[in-house]
């Protein structure tokens, strides 16, 4: 069996909490050698601890003794009292010094110090709480690459979603539901998979089991987009309903409407159908690590494929037949095609238009004259003259 190691560790952000006493913990997504992802809280006080026994163990990488030769990241010691600013502060730092961490000789990154670390404790799985006592609130760390890490948002109030079905999870980075369960939407991805917590678990679970508490149903992305966006399949996948799409990788695709399910209406030349949008990536989009890892997840459930839906709302949810999308897609392409013949058309047209135009400026050339009539007005020397040059 192969060793365990981490391949990743990523800050999310992080929460502020109320009991035993007011605190701050940081959220760290941990994902591991068998690509399971585990949710872990760490207080600064002990990523310092850790981070002052890993220079212990390797003095010289630490540089301890000649510090040209540290490689171990610095991080900064706690201050005297740890409020709001400093952990919102200390967030660039912790997520360099966890990518530097991960990416170290492997006699450091993969010694039992550090993975006993980042291993889920109880106290991750089932945080102290008082029900007297007002829920943690939640600082995320914001997903645009532009903004600094220190840009969070929060206090974060999170949407609450209730299971239209029982789920069966099938690795340990995700969640079991069953019916009627209320759970609170940390992250919403346009892959189909949510991150959701449910009193004291927390993990991925298939969008489609889900549903608003507050209104009859979530809208679509956007209606249908018939024009089509260019993406390009970076995975391979084998249709199982008569609607969806068999695709392989590097085959080029226009997708027509995104769902939040996760399963998107592609159009391939003429044919349309549905396709696992995890699967793939924009036209011209550099490839991402993340994704990649992403991909070797399973596609989430459809939603049209979920038995003993029990909704409490009357409204079902907005539904597009296929023969719909595929008439108004040919529909959109004849329409297209037809105005760019039209454009053609009218270019010719125009052509044709300003040659006129040009022939009808010009002046009229003169047809030259016949030999007959230059001699009738010639006189007689010049006629002997054009005669013997003839």
């Known amino acids: 069996m192969e060793d365990a190691y981490i391949r990743h560790i990523e800050l999310l952000g992080f929460e502020k909490r109320f009991f035993p006493s007011q605190h701050y913990v940081y959220m760290f997504l941990v994902k591991w050698q068998d690509l399971t992802e585990k949710l872990v809280y760490r207080k600064f006080t002990e990523i310092y601890e850790f981070h002052k026994s890993l220079k212990e163990m390797f003095p010289i990488e630490s540089g301890d003794i000649n510090t040209e030769n540290r490689i171990i990241p610095h991080l900064p010691a706690p201050k005297w009292f740890d409020g709001h600013r400093s952990t919102q502060n200390r967030q660039g ?30 106290d991750d799985l089932n945080p102290p709480t008082d029900s007297h006592i007002k829920k943690p609130e939640t600082y995320l760390v914001p997903k645009d690459s ?21 789920y069966e999870k099938n690795s340990g980075s995700e969640m079991a539901l069953k019916t009627g369960d209320l759970v609170d939407v940390v992250e919403k991805s346009e892959s189909g998979w949510w991150f959701c917590q449910l009193k004291n678990k927390r ?3 298939p969008a489609a089991y889900l549903e608003p508490m507050d209104g009859p149903d979530e809208s679509e992305d956007q209606d249908p987009n018939y024009a089509g966006e260019l993406y390009v399949v970076r995975k391979g996948y ?21 769902l939040l399910d996760g399963w998107w209406v592609v159009r ?44 409490i709302h009357n409204q079902s949810r907005k539904q597009i037949s296929q ?6 897609s040919v529909k959109y392409m004849k329409r297209k095609t037809k105005g760019n013949l039209q454009n053609k058309s009218n270019v010719i047209r125009e052509k044709n238009e300003m040659e006129e135009t040009k022939s009808k400026a010009q002046p009229a050339i003169p047809p030259r004259p016949s030999k007959d009539l230059i001699m009738n007005r010639c006189t007689e020397s010049t006629k002997n003259k054009l005669n013997m040059s003839v």
């Open 323 to 328: 023969e719909t999308y595929r008439r108004n």
């Open 146 to 166: 532009k903004k600094n890490a220190a840009d969070i948002t929060g206090p974060i109030i999170l949407q609450t979603y209730r299971a239209i079905a029982d």
């Open 268 to 311: 391939k030349e003429e044919i349309t159908g549905y396709y696992p949008s995890m699967y793939l990536q924009k036209s011209g989009e550099e490839n991402n690590p993340v994704k990649n890892d992403l991909r070797n997840r399973g596609a989430p459930p459809r939603r049209s494929t979920i038995r003993n839906v029990k909704s």
């Open 203 to 205: 993990g991925w679970v």
């Open 93 to 122: 730092t912790l997520t360099e010094y966890c990518y530097t961490l991960v990416n170290l000789p492997h006699k450091i990154s993969r010694c039992t110090h550090v993975l006993n670390f980042f291993k889920v404790r109880p």
């Open 238 to 258: 084998s249709g199982v309903e008569d609607d969806e799409l068999t695709l392989k990788e590097g085959d080029t695709i226009e997708v027509i409407h995104k």
